[in-house]
């Protein structure tokens, strides 16, 4: 069993509808989590970064983590086409070394 | 946000040789950096992590002899591919982080290609 599941799509999803994506963990020592997006063949550009149970908004972005069900979703409102990307969830314990979800490939039609 | 650069973008080699790619913290000093390897439609793989002014932590299954990672700075580290092969073939990232700061500013990534 993987330490971090992602679902690796594809999400097709309409422009302005509500994008959904979720990871699940395993670790219980995982404290810090992370939702990156990384367009094809670039680098991952970290999106939100929160490190307790609860809610975190962002703009059009709101990551919510559950530490007892150990697990973590990114929705994204009112989806623009530039949302188009892959979404990687990034957990880790005390420590630097991040653990990177298979990542949610996400395509917003026009 | 804190910026990282790479260099080169695409590299292409020949089988056998050796090619460099460097990893530069344009606004910040990088006590620790890290690289990553990720082949087509899969995820960030961590190869090893580096402290400044240390040796490189690799991974389980990373040959170090083959992979070369220098941190002689604190704002650059690079990773020597030595007698590279096809399989070697994918996409390169670093990351970086400031001392106290834990998140990972990621630089654009290199494709490496290996005939």
């Known amino acids: 069993q993987k330490e971090v599941e992602q679902d690796p799509g594809p999400l097709s999803v309409p422009e302005g509808a509500i994008v959904s994506l979720n990871c699940t963990y395993s670790n219980s020592a995982f404290q810090y989590f992370m939702w990156y997006r990384q367009y094809s063949r670039k680098g991952p550009e970290l999106l939100m970064y929160?490190?307790?149970?609860g809610n975190k908004e962002d703009g059009r972005f709101t990551a919510q983590v559950d530490k007892s069900s150990k697990y973590i979703s990114l929705f994204i409102r009112d989806s623009q086409p530039s949302d188009s990307a892959t979404y990687l969830c990034?957990?880790?314990?005390?420590?630097?070394?991040?653990?990177f979800g298979g990542g949610t490939r996400v395509l917003v039609k026009p | 946000g804190a910026v990282v650069s790479q260099h080169p973008s695409w590299v292409i080699c020949k089988s056998g040789t050796s090619v460099k790619i460097e990893c530069r913290s344009l606004d910040f000093q990088a006590t620790t950096m890290f690289w990553y390897r990720q082949f087509p439609k899969q995820s960030l793989m961590l190869m090893a992590t580096s402290n400044e002014g240390s040796k490189a932590t690799y991974e389980q299954g990373v040959e170090k002899d083959k992979f070369l990672i220098n941190h002689a700075s604190l704002t650059l580290s690079t990773l020597t591919v030595t007698s590279a092969h096809p399989e070697d073939s994918s996409f390169y990232i670093c990351?970086?982080?400031?001392?106290?700061?834990?998140?990972?500013?990621f630089g654009p990534g290199t494709r490496l290609t290996v005939t």
């Open positions: 929160t490190y307790s149970s």
């Open positions: 990351s970086a982080i400031a001392r106290g700061i834990y998140e990972q500013y």
């Open positions: 990034a957990i880790r314990a005390a420590g630097n070394k991040l653990t």
